[in-house]
């Protein structure tokens, strides 16, 4: 259950966070799923639902999944144009004014001092062991998107953001599903992108070993 801050409800209208899990088919993540079982094995969180504003912990090159950490993606660049059909489900987690501020402040925080974090890969072994792993300064992806949370006085769990995965935000009832499918098919996502999208002979190709 959402904890909502006293009086909050009346205080400050009702607004949104979002977060986005995905399933890029990359080695790492192939690997992740046939010990999860899961569909997606990535989470990013999101200030708006045409996903302009989105933040995780990642590859921050996308040919490189060792250089990772803080990262802010861009839906038609980086990992996703790398992985054009990555598949997707979009949630929605309704919060506070108030509540999304501290979310958005936490994320700040993180954005300006991203040279001091580092990828909590480690972390990602002792989550799928249901061992609690929490360095300073250092996330996996989801453990981020928890922390994130957490920062905005919203209680989801009772356990550490380290042993949070993504599907554990799929499952979550106060969380709900608003869109689930092929990542550039989602509507929101500028229309003139996805036509240039289409014309790439990467996702052609893409799409044609699909």
Known sequence: ??????????????????????????????????????????????????????????RKRPNNPLA???????????????????SCALLRLRVTKRQRERVIGFIRDVERNKENYRYNLLGVLSVLLNIDYRPEQAYFCSQFVAEAINGGGVSLWNRPSARVTPNDFRVHPSIETIYEGPLYAYPPLNINFRRTLAASPIVALARKRA
């Open 68 to 86: 990772a950490g803080f990262v802010r993606e861009y839906v038609e660049d980086g990992v996703y144009r790398k992985f054009p059909n990555t």
């Open 1 to 58: 259950m959402v904890t909502v801050e006293k009086n909050s409800l009346t205080q400050n209208p009702e607004e949104s966070i979002y977060i986005l899990l995905t399933d890029t088919g990359t080695l790492f993540t192939r690997m992740i799923k046939a010990f999860t079982g899961a569909p997606y094995n990535h989470a990013s969180i999101a200030l708006d639902e045409r996903l302009e504003q989105l933040y995780s912990f990642g």
